[in-house]
């Protein structure tokens, strides 16, 4: 079946640290991977995504690549801020009408 | 343009009670779902309609949960006879092309938080 395990939390940084939030999938087919985010309060958004493998998503400083020899899709920024403490979500697509498969999130903390 | 609403944002109910929770998509998405988060987890799906027809409900875990969406636009969750494992938050998302486009992308609500006394 379709799975998404991601990186326990919570995640403490500084302002200014690299972030790293690592996400791997299992999938039948070739699914488009996502990250979503979850502020405090708020509904979930969508932070980035990638449709195939190789493929770079990018957003509000943040990137993650599709690793299909990996199955990955690790989440990094390279000098986090206060405003991204959040909840992060990474999620998979599979063909056909299917819904989002999530993982169970990595709260994020960044301290000035 | 306006997103994805959902109301009521918080209910209260106590056990035994039916609720509804609506979903207003995005004009034009064709797709809607329905999903689950529990406290700390990820969401999960509950049930998927592409416009007025509901393709897959699998997610649902018991007959007391029944989703429609009678006009292909809004969508409501009724939950009969609630119990305390149902306190959760319920996301709606809509999407505009049929499911399984590479491209695709679901929008989200803001969420209504059920807490069953």
């Known amino acids: 079946g379709n799975s998404v395990t991601q990186m326990e939390g919570p995640v403490t940084l500084s302002e200014e640290a690299f972030l790293t939030i690592n996400c791997t999938y299992t999938a039948t087919g070739y699914p488009s991977l996502f990250w979503y985010v979850q502020y405090p309060g708020e509904g979930l958004q969508l932070l980035l995504k990638a449709t195939k493998a190789d493929d770079k998503g990018s957003n509000k400083g943040f990137e993650a690549t599709y690793r299909k020899e990996t199955t990955s899709f690790h989440l990094e920024k390279g000098s986090v801020q206060v405003s991204d403490s959040a909840v992060y979500f990474c999620a998979l697509l599979n063909s056909g009408n299917t819904p989002l498969v999530f993982g169970k999130g990595t709260r994020l903390s960044v301290i000035a | 343009g306006a997103g994805v609403s959902q109301s009521p944002r918080y209910k209260v109910a106590k056990r035994g009670q039916d609720v509804a929770l609506r979903c207003d998509p995005i004009s034009g998405h064709v797709s809607l779902f329905w999903y689950q988060q529990a406290l700390g987890q990820g969401p999960e799906f509950l049930t998927y309609?592409?416009?007025?027809?509901?393709?897959?409900k699998s997610g649902l875990p018991s007959d007391r949960f029944f989703a429609e969406r009678p006009e292909g636009s809004v969508s409501t969750l009724k939950i009969q006879r609630t119990q305390q494992e149902d306190s959760a938050v319920y996301l709606c998302?809509?999407?505009?092309?049929?499911?399984?486009?590479?491209?695709?992308?679901?929008?989200f609500g803001p969420g209504t938080r059920l807490l069953v006394l």
């Open positions: 998302a809509s999407s505009l092309v049929l499911a399984g486009g590479p491209w695709e992308t679901q929008y």
């Open positions: 309609f592409q416009n007025e027809a509901q393709l897959d």
